[in-house]
């Protein structure tokens, strides 16, 4: 029997079963893939399904379908992702060495590059926002392992992501804002998910997903309806409800069927609607909302009124003129006649529904349930302030941003559909003159001196410490030689006087103080502080499992600290640095 001779090469595969091998590799190896012959050139280059399946793996598939409907082409989209990617990492890489020695914080001024990245074209945006995205949820991941990949995935980098992060999605919600209040659309429901995304710019909050939800309990209020009053229904074609019954069956769904609890707390999460609406688990906000919605929809009017400290939900029953006015009991959902205000002399009401004290109020809500605690969701939150102008500080990042705006309403900017998977050309436009709106403040710097770490100096910055007489978790910023530099006398009792080492610490509830040496103490066992986190990001790198690592910029200052953290590391537990 002959030998029979079987081409196995590559080459002599069809080019559908070439390009069914490319849509499981990554995108950087099909480029390379195409550059050894014309032929495997041609297959990767032209194939339109090949790089929708890798555009489709990469973004989400709310931009696939924009991409789609424009008609624009799969590889020159990846091509501009990863041009833009590349710009974005080095920016982020480079802020630290040019702004760690600065006395304020990054304003917006000082991003304006990623302002240029992001209006590139109509899609730059939505592309620059899921790349800063992509880096702080990978970085976290990374960190939460106790480990790091360097340069990007830090603490520093995540820090400088967010601030980035922070300036572009405020701006864009600043443009919607006016937008929708020139035009009476800001709801109930587009109100809270504005406060959403302008706090946790990390992730994206949707207001058509929220209508899908709503859409959902509307579904299964008519179905309640018709259960209910069926006889009533099958009788009239032209059957109406009453309001009350309307009402009435919406408590059913919510409180009842949906069995929706509760909670206290203002949070991220109790202010998501769709994922209250999803897990039935929300606040006396969330609800107030959800029920006024979902009574729009079925064409019953509530009025959802708002003080600073105080928020109902009123419905006037024009059916019954001895009792016009009822409340909605948020937290049982019952309908009850409205109680007169003893300093009213109407028994109508004369309140109505103003999106601005909703805002207020669910800004005071959320601050007021973080209490003591401040991170980066309640620095984003005191920046509303800052744009809609209730407080004033010298270095206002969003200074005349609504007066701008309402300057230009009668612009295409406010006609123009404003969505941040596709931001039009006049949008693009306005981002870029509010970016530049304020001229960049005067920049002054820290004096910086390097210290020399002296025998006696006992402790490292970085390591976690415990002070002895307050019994209080710590972690070690910086530290004096001694105590001359204090102005006025510290916490602790000084045994030894101003005579001995000072340690800067920033202390578990988030407060920055001096502590004598003698009165601290290192902790053998020591874990990582999420809640301290953003605020010595700027400064470190990662928890390496017993200590924070200083970052470059605070290694200048302080050159051979990690030499005495090995020390303790040693002595107390044997963790791998990686």
Excluded at 106 to 119: G, K, P, Q
Excluded at 203 to 227: F, P, S
Excluded at 384 to 405: A, Q, S, V
Excluded at 419 to 431: A, F, K, R, W
Aim: with cysteine.
């Amino acid at each position: 029997m002959e030998n029979i001779k079987i081409n196995t090469s590559l080459a002599s595969l069809p080019d559908e079963i070439i390009s069914l091998i490319l849509s499981n590799i990554e995108p950087r190896d099909i480029i390379r893939f195409s550059v050894t012959c014309r032929r495997f050139y041609e297959i990767v280059i032209n194939n339109d399904y090949l790089w929708k399946i890798k555009y489709s793996e990469m973004l989400p598939k709310e931009i696939v379908t924009v991409v789609e409907e424009n008609d624009c082409i799969w590889l020159r989209e990846m091509i501009q992702y990863y041009k833009l990617k590349r710009k974005i990492f080095i920016e982020l890489v480079s802020m630290s060495p040019k702004s760690f020695w600065r006395v304020y914080e990054v304003s917006i001024e000082d991003v304006r590059s990623f302002f240029a990245f992001a209006t590139e074209t109509n899609l730059s945006f939505y592309y620059t926002v899921h790349i800063l995205q992509g880096i702080v949820k990978k970085g976290t991941k990374i960190l939460d392992a106790l480990t790091i990949v360097k340069p990007l995935y830090t603490l520093t980098v995540m820090y400088y992501t967010k601030i980035v992060l922070r300036h572009l999605i405020q701006t864009y919600l600043a443009i919607k804002w006016v937008k929708l209040h020139m035009k009476n659309m800001l709801t109930p429901e587009v109100v809270i998910t504005f406060f959403l995304q302008w706090i946790d710019p990390i992730n994206i909050y949707t207001d058509e997903e929220v209508e899908i939800k709503i859409q959902g309990l509307v579904a299964k209020v008519e179905n309640v309806l018709k259960e209910v009053y069926s006889n009533n229904s099958n009788e009239k074609e032209d059957f109406k409800y009453s309001d009350k019954e309307v009402l009435l069956a919406l408590t059913q769904v919510i409180y009842k069927d949906e069995k929706f609890s509760v909670c206290a707390n203002t949070k991220v999460k109790t202010l998501n609607l769709a994922k209250v609406i999803e897990e039935s688990n929300g606040n006396i906000i969330t609800y107030a909302v959800i029920y006024h919605a979902v009574a729009k929809r079925l064409g019953v009017k509530c009025d959802l009124i708002a003080f600073p400290n105080h928020l109902f939900l009123e419905w006037q029953n024009n059916e019954d003129p001895s009792t016009p006015l009822f409340t909605i009991d948020l937290i049982t959902g019952s309908v009850n006649p409205k109680r007169r205000c003893p300093f009213s002399q109407s028994a109508s009401s004369e309140y109505e529904y103003v999106p601005d004290s909703l805002l207020q109020y669910i800004y005071s809500s959320y601050m007021k349930s973080k209490g003591a605690i401040r991170d980066c969701k309640t620095q984003n939150a005191i920046h509303l302030l800052d744009f809609l102008g209730t407080r004033h500080i010298n270095n206002n990042p969003y200074k005349n941003f609504f007066t701008y705006l309402i300057e230009h309403s009668d612009t295409p900017v406010m006609d123009t559909p404003l969505n941040m998977t596709y931001i039009h050309d006049v949008h693009l436009q306005m981002l870029v003159a509010l970016a530049n709106l304020n001229p960049a403040p005067e920049v002054a710097y820290h004096t910086v001196s390097v210290k020399k770490h002296r025998s006696y100096v006992t402790f490292a910055v970085g390591m976690i410490c415990y002070h002895k007489v307050y019994n209080y978790m710590c972690i070690i910023l910086g530290w004096e030689l001694d105590g001359s530099h204090l102005r006025i006398p510290t916490e602790d009792n000084l045994g030894l006087g101003r005579d001995q080492p000072f340690y800067r610490v920033i202390a578990g509830d988030q407060s920055e103080r001096y502590v004598a040496q003698e009165n601290l103490m290192a902790v053998t066992t020591p874990f990582r502080i999420h809640r301290l986190e953003d605020h010595i990001a700027r400064e470190f790198t990662h928890f390496d499992g017993f200590s924070y690592v200083p970052n470059n910029e605070k290694i200048l200052e302080y050159p051979k600290e990690q030499l005495i953290t090995e020390v303790f590391r040693k002595r107390f537990v044997n963790v791998a640095i990686p």
